[in-house]
């Protein structure tokens, strides 16, 4: 703990007749321990990596206010977001060219817009750091189970940005801005049991690195584009850009639908519209809901904030205040995209060691030389733990993780993890340890869908999919030849998308698959408030032919910050051997998924890490001996009485073969429960 920066403490915020108690503690998962900083020198990428223990971020809530949240940083005086209750939001921030005791205090409807000027007074207050060494109980976050491992990409535009003349040109300043802005973004996601911790950020301080102009639509694809480069030098899950430039119309961040961990797709682009990071962080997160297959908000779906009180993250369209919570339709769009089989890359438990903060017992993160850790003694309910000293009680062989049970570990073969859509393969405890295996997937190119689809980070992407996304029960594909006619026009209601002027493409007819999708559908109109249909007919082989598409308008107040919904998805089948990519059909590549099938003596399927995943009743690590089945990477599987009692007596028999008749009875017991 560091004197500059407390670990925890707590703030006393005064305000004409309002007085606020702030506890606080620094947000440990906030940078990763890889966390590396980039700028550009003589062209070339510097990468400087620090470990930020003693950093200047800060969640926490409101003594007395049981729904209220924090979200602050103490780097330049205090600057942050006190959330009271759905009514009462406040902004803290210094006085520029004061000392940092003194601040401005205001309620966030009466924020300043674009320009820095407020048609509201403010309340000028005095603060105080007092008690750090005490601390009340706080909830934990050990228990969450996603991390988006984010990288923050500022444009040369956002370094050079006379807007806002704190950080131009200041390396550091504007550091510190984005860092402000990733602890929003991860406040906002923990509410739905998401981290998003910040492993990468990067300043293009000496021109763009990739094409950024007023069209959104081909900022987001170079972005996208060159994010695929950066991934060969810096790991991450998802990456944002960060711009100054203002794009057409009143869009202010774009990204695809259901991108996350696409090699191609888990990214956006974000304008800083506010003089206040507040403003960036709530588009950010809108951006990233996208990104985890959330859709604009219809009327009737935000019941959790008005829009007095800024409304939820994933409306249309955002304005003062600035939203700070998800509707039910967002955490409902959110399950409907884990069960199909999305966010692949986020189930895995992390590395303590990728956590930064430092190593204490009662931080409730079970670190290394501890065997459990439960918070502070005030703060524990775990009953297997001992908070003093973070050892397991007498008996207790574990303390966390969902292989554990009434302090307990699970039998091995216990399910921990269930396959989560075609794509997904399931996971059991391994007997030995308290936490489930790693996630794995089929590999990319395996065959679901009875063939008519292939595998695609973990999700199976059809037409048909997608007919019943946008038309809803019943709806199916339409005729080959309607993809082809309507999506050689090259219009808003057949392409296969923009151009980097913002144009449409003509679909040359090998990729019209892959271009505006075409279905059929009994349904008056598509789902969507601001979706409308396009039909067309056309006539093929002397029949009349009706083709369903969609075309999706910008309301007046959207923010249009989505590419066209009615385009077919990347990794979805074209052909044979072929996939949607940069809305062409395009070979693709499953060298790796014919070697590794190879291997797996035709008694099984390949996993995301290469390796073979058994069929009930054979072995790893090749699938050639007799055995439970799963693979090296799963845990072991274990089936039901019934099934393991005759697979224990097949085994016997089939070294004792003497024993004909009995070996016959069980070969067929077995084969009934496969």
């Excluded at 884990?338 to 966010?343: A, C, D």
């Excluded at 393969?425 to 295996?437: A, D, K, N, R, V």
């Excluded at 009994?522 to 002397?542: E, Y």
């Excluded at 099938?597 to 399927?605: M, Q």
């Amino acid at each position: 703990m560091t004197d500059l920066f407390p670990e925890r403490g707590e703030i006393l915020v005064s305000a004409q007749d309002l007085k606020l108690v702030l506890q606080v503690e620094r947000n440990l998962e906030l940078l990763g321990y890889d966390f590396t900083e980039t700028h550009y020198e003589n062209g070339l990428p510097v990468t400087q990596t620090s470990n930020h223990t003693d950093h200047c971020f800060y969640h926490g809530r409101v003594r007395g206010h049981a729904d209220s949240w924090v979200a602050l940083s103490t780097c330049f005086g205090m600057r942050g977001l006190i959330v009271l209750n759905s009514n009462d939001t406040y902004y803290l921030e210094p006085i520029g060219g004061q000392e940092v005791l003194h601040h401005t205090f205001y309620r966030t409807e009466d924020l300043p817009v674009k320009t820095g000027t407020c048609g509201h007074s403010h309340q000028t207050g005095h603060i105080s750091l007092f008690s750090v060494n005490r601390i009340f109980a706080f909830s934990q976050v050990g228990s969450m189970h996603l991390y988006v491992r984010l990288d923050l990409i500022a444009s040369w535009r956002f370094f050079m940005s006379l807007q806002y003349r704190k950080q131009n040109k200041d390396l550091d300043k504007t550091k510190m801005r984005i860092m402000e802005i990733a602890n929003y973004v991860d406040k906002f996601y923990r509410e739905l049991n998401i981290r998003v911790p910040l492993i990468g950020l990067e300043v293009w301080t000496e021109h763009d690195q990739c094409i950024i102009n007023e069209e959104p639509n081909s900022t987001l694809w170079s972005f996208l584009q060159w994010r695929q480069k950066l991934k060969s030098r810096k790991k991450h899950d998802n990456a944002q850009l960060l711009t100054g430039v203002i794009f057409k119309g009143t869009t202010i961040g774009m990204a695809p639908l259901e991108g996350m961990c696409s090699h191609e797709n888990s990214g956006g682009i974000n304008v800083d519209h506010s003089e206040l990071p507040i403003g960036a962080a709530a588009t950010m997160a809108h951006e990233i809901g996208h990104n985890f297959g959330m859709g604009h908000d219809h009327e009737g779906c935000c019941v959790e904030a008005t829009a007095d009180q800024g409304g939820c993250v994933m409306a249309a369209a955002t304005g003062h205040p600035f939203p700070k919570v998800f509707s039910r339709c967002s955490k409902k769009d959110l399950d409907n995209y884990f069960q199909k089989g999305g966010g692949m890359c986020l189930f895995n438990m992390p590395n303590m060691k990728d956590l930064v903060g430092g190593k204490r017992c009662g931080n409730g993160f079970v670190e290394e030389g501890e065997e459990c850790d439960c918070g502070e003694p005030e703060e524990c309910t775990n009953d297997c733990c001992h908070p003093s000293n973070c050892t397991l009680k007498v008996d207790a062989q574990c303390a966390h993780g969902v292989c554990c049970e009434d302090c307990k570990l699970k039998q091995a073969g216990t399910m921990c993890r269930g396959a989560a859509g075609a794509c997904d393969l399931p996971e059991y405890c391994t007997g030995g340890s308290p936490y489930c295996p790693s996630n794995v997937y089929l590999l990319d190119g395996s065959s679901c869908q009875h063939g008519r689809a292939y595998c695609y980070n973990g999700m199976c992407l059809t037409h048909e999919q997608q007919c019943l996304q946008l038309w809803g029960y019943g709806a199916q594909p339409a005729h080959d030849a309607c993809f082809q006619d309507v999506n050689a026009a090259g219009n808003a209601f057949g392409n296969c998308g923009k151009d980097s002027h913002g144009n449409y493409v003509k679909c040359e007819k090998i990729d019209a698959k892959c271009g505006k999708i075409q279905c059929h559908s009994a349904a008056k109109k598509p789902k969507g408030t601001n979706a409308v249909s396009i039909d067309t007919t056309i006539r093929t082989d002397g029949i009349e032919v009706k083709c369903r598409g969609t075309y999706v308008y910008s309301t007046q107040d959207g923010q249009g910050d989505l590419p066209d919904p009615g385009l077919v998805m990347t990794g979805t089948k074209c052909g044979e051997g072929k996939v949607c990519k940069d809305r062409r059909c395009q070979n693709a590549s499953f060298t790796e998924l014919h070697t590794c099938i190879a291997r797996c003596h035709g008694h099984g399927v390949c996993n995301s890490n290469g390796n073979c995943h058994c069929n009930r009743g054979w072995a790893p690590p090749f699938c050639e001996k007799p055995g439970l089945g799963g693979s090296l990477d799963s845990g072991p599987v274990q089936y039901d009485s019934e099934f393991t009692f005759s697979f224990q007596y097949f085994i016997t028999r089939l070294f004792f073969p003497g024993l004909k008749p009995a070996i016959s009875m069980l070969v067929e017991t077995f084969q009934e429960q496969i």
